[in-house]
């Protein structure tokens, strides 16, 4: 393993990401903050919704934050570079084995969705105040969950940007993410689906889902939420699941 | 220490669409009776033995297709050989990629510059990829782009270069580590004949750096000007191999000329093989006549006189000096430009 190389390549996505930090910004968190600046202020200020919505509210904007910026970060820079500028090529012959570059990539995916979790809190606290109440009464957990749900999201990222062609970013958007959003208890907890048995199993295979209850159970353990126990796991097993073919995926790629 | 490369039968066919520039000879498809899916093979390389001595100038040269992309691909750590082995130095491509990759710089058929950096970055960045310490990089960078004549431009993205500009920034960055084998898949296509000097010159230069150098071109004449030995290579084969001088001293004559009648008889053909200096007469599909013979010019009153009496109407002459291009001919009964 050569630890200079993959500082290097560390280095230069930190680089790249403090370049285009503005757009970044905006594309990470203009969507959540506006949902949450609706359904908080909006919705509750109104009356429409009750005032402990906010609280509820809040862990799955931050888990959706930390996801899609995961993925975000991660898949589409490997679609363009693998697929559009190759650029992806020069990091290839770097003097490092190919699945390291990889995991480089997944890094940069982690620290870049721990950073949009860590952000996401203040700001939607700013917004929602007063009357949010968070409390973290085990914060090793939270460490754990957050840097589990980094960790699936960056895997998923170079999963999908390994396995999916440029003319089909839209249909990926589509037919993935939204999907996922909504079935994945980001603006409800998983307990609200009692009503659709069914539907309450079958979403448990979108590992949004661990990541919301993780969140509630992490910042607001007074709403109903799964055990932490299961989120812990069910995330672990995504992570592992993931990384695994998306290290296969990029092999597949890289090398023809 | 210069370190050499060695390819031992190498072999590649594409199960799925190949890489831009390392596309094979042609395209097959399975068909059989009771084969559940229809897979592409598309045969790239067919037993690839080549041995590129330390610090010599190599070119393969050959038509679009012939497989040189894929060798070099392959060179390169970045295509996968069905079988076969190659070496770089005493390393093992396929089994230890972190070392080679050490040892090699590699300018690309397409630029596949890092749109997201400036030039300086491109090379500062590709520095650090290789261990080299902020200072001498950021030394050796400067250098570089002067050298390339990029240094107006080192602080642009590099996303708004001209083609010629990327290209030249792509051999700097190859350059950038000092590989001791650098590696060029067709350098000069898209240049202009000002920058393709430039470049030859700097091929040269690095070359005599005790540096070996693997080009691959389907320009003949960048393969005679720039290579101490060259490999023909045709349908993944090489067909060839030797210095300039003594590739085209192999060809029967040296001189090829290329005749066209109005009306062809084998009676002719036969004719045409027994005029002084001929060597070989070929009418591979019968529309015209390949004369390869020992002098040019002087042969085609001869051959005009033949014609008359053998009322076979001469309709077009083309002579071509001994060249590459008559050598590729002769293996192949095709043009390089073909």
């Given amino acids: ?256 | 220490m210069a370190v050499g490369i060695r390819t031992q039968d190498l072999r590649k066919v594409f199960t799925s669409a190949p890489p831009l520039g390392a596309a094979g000879g042609f395209v097959a498809r399975g068909d059989a009776k009771g084969q559940k899916q229809q897979r592409t093979q598309i045969p790239a390389l067919d037993g690839i033995t080549l041995e590129i001595q330390p610090g010599e100038i190599f070119g393969l040269l050959g038509p679009n297709g012939a497989g040189k992309s894929t060798t070099v691909g392959i060179l390169t750590t970045r295509v996968r050989p069905t079988s076969g082995q190659a070496w770089i130095g005493d390393y093992d491509v396929w089994r230890e990629q972190a070392r080679v990759k050490h040892l090699i710089g590699v300018v690309p058929q397409r630029p596949n510059l890092d749109f997201s950096l400036t030039a300086r970055e491109i090379l500062t960045f590709h520095g650090a990829y290789f261990g080299i310490g902020a200072k001498p990089r950021n030394q050796r960078a400067d250098e570089l782009l002067e050298k390339f004549k990029l240094g107006e431009r080192a602080n642009q993205m590099v996303r708004n270069f001209s083609g010629g500009m990327m290209q030249r920034l792509s051999i700097a960055r190859a350059m950038m580590h000092d590989p001791q084998v650098l590696f060029l898949d067709e350098p000069s296509v898209g240049l202009d004949p000002q920058t393709r000097i430039l470049l030859w010159e700097i091929i040269r230069e690095y070359h005599q750096l005790g540096r070996s150098i693997l080009l691959t071109t389907h320009n003949m004449e960048e393969a005679d000007a720039l290579c101490e030995r060259i490999a023909i290579i045709d349908h993944g084969r090489v067909i060839a191999i030797g210095t300039p001088k003594e590739l085209k001293a192999s060809i029967p004559g040296g001189y090829l000329l290329r005749l066209r009648f109005g009306n062809q008889t084998s009676d002719l053909l036969q004719r045409l093989q027994s005029l002084a200096g001929v060597r070989e007469v070929r009418s591979p599909d019968h529309s015209g006549v390949d004369v390869y013979a020992d002098r040019g010019g002087s042969l085609i009153s001869e051959i005009a006189g033949l014609a008359v009496t053998s009322s076979a109407e001469l309709l077009d002459v083309h002579i071509s000096e001994p060249s590459l291009e008559n050598l590729f001919l002769h293996h192949t009964g095709r043009s390089l430009r073909d």
């Fill in chain 1, 1 to 256: 393993m050569n630890w200079k190389t993959f500082g290097a390549l560390l280095a230069r996505d930190a680089h790249v990401a403090r370049r285009n930090a503005v757009q970044l910004f905006l594309q990470t968190f203009l969507q959540p903050l506006l949902f949450v600046f609706i359904f908080g202020r909006v919705m509750v200020g109104s009356g429409y919704m009750p005032p402990q919505y906010k609280s509820l509210l809040v862990p799955g904007i931050i888990a959706i934050s930390m996801v899609f910026t995961g993925i975000w970060a991660v898949t589409m820079p490997l679609i363009a570079e693998f697929q559009w500028t190759r650029e992806i090529e020069d990091r290839l012959l770097a003097p490092i084995s190919v699945p390291w570059i990889a995991i480089e990539k997944v890094i940069a995916g982690v620290l870049q969705a721990i950073v949009a979790g860590l952000v996401v809190i203040p700001l939607a606290w700013l917004i929602l105040r007063p009357g949010v109440d968070f409390s973290m009464g085990t914060p090793l957990t939270f460490i754990a969950v957050i840097v589990l749900i980094a960790t699936f999201s960056a895997c998923g990222g170079l999963v999908l940007g390994c396995s999916i062609n440029q003319q089909h970013v839209g249909l990926m958007f589509g037919m993935v993410i939204t999907p996922m959003i909504f079935f994945g208890c980001t603006y409800y907890p998983w307990s609200a689906l009692k009503n659709f048995p069914f539907l309450q199993k079958a979403v448990l295979i979108n590992p949004l889902v661990y990541a919301s209850e993780g969140m509630r159970a992490t910042l607001v353990p007074q709403f109903p939420h799964l055990s932490i126990m299961a989120v812990l796991i069910a995330l672990l097993f995504f992570d592992c699941l993931l990384l695994v073919l998306g290290l296969r995926q990029f092999e597949k790629k890289a090398v023809t």
